[in-house]
């Protein structure tokens, strides 16, 4: 699945399961986060689990710019 999409171009309901995967996604990095927070692996893992809560945030503010509900 593609993770990386444009939120300006999509509809209310469309965000809502965007929304739904990135956060998903989210969930199975947290629990997959790698132990050792010096390794190559962690920064990895981290750069990609900021980026998609970064993306997560975009798709909550498309939202609530479309004065549309979260839930």
Do not use: C, G, K, N
């Amino acid at each position: 699945m593609d993770l990386y999409r444009d939120p300006s171009t999509m509809e209310p309901e469309e965000l809502r399961a965007y929304l739904a995967d990135v956060r998903e996604e989210l969930e199975a990095m947290d629990e997959d986060e790698p132990q050792d927070e010096t390794s190559e692996e962690f920064v990895a893992w981290a750069e990609e689990h900021e980026a998609l809560e970064d993306l997560a945030d975009e798709i909550v503010e498309r939202l609530e710019a479309l004065d549309e509900p979260l839930e």
